[in-house]
């Protein structure tokens, strides 16, 4: 059974940290692209970020130079540092294959306040 365990959220003040961490379990990832995905209240679930199996990246607009994905095959893990948070970064936070192909975890909430 796939499963995907998102942790690492948290109350930030805007300009802080925060590292988001996903185990996934019942799937290898190696071979694979992985993202993580935000929903904000009210909003659809949208890519912030990807990473291909090769270790390329690529971010949305909102969120490049701030946030960066990376990945460890080793632990079937993917990660997420976000920096320099913003109040619009709230929201749960998800990762999943991109595009997305497996069952949602419960992900991780962010809130940033400002």
Known sequence: QVQL???GGGLAQAGGSLR???VVSGYIISGVT???YR?????????VAFIRYG???????SVKGRFTISRDNAKNSV????SNLKAEDTAV???NTMPSSMA???????????
């Open 55 to 61: 270790g390329t990246t690529n971010y949305v607009d």
């Open 79 to 82: 990660y997420l540092q976000m």
């Open 5 to 7: 365990v998102e942790s």
């Open 104 to 114: 949602w975890g419960q992900g991780t909430q962010v809130t940033v306040s400002s």
């Open 39 to 47: 929903q904000a209240p009210g909003k659809q679930r949208e890519l």
């Open 20 to 22: 988001l961490s996903c």
């Open 34 to 36: 992985m993202g993580w």
């Open 93 to 95: 936070y998800y990762c």
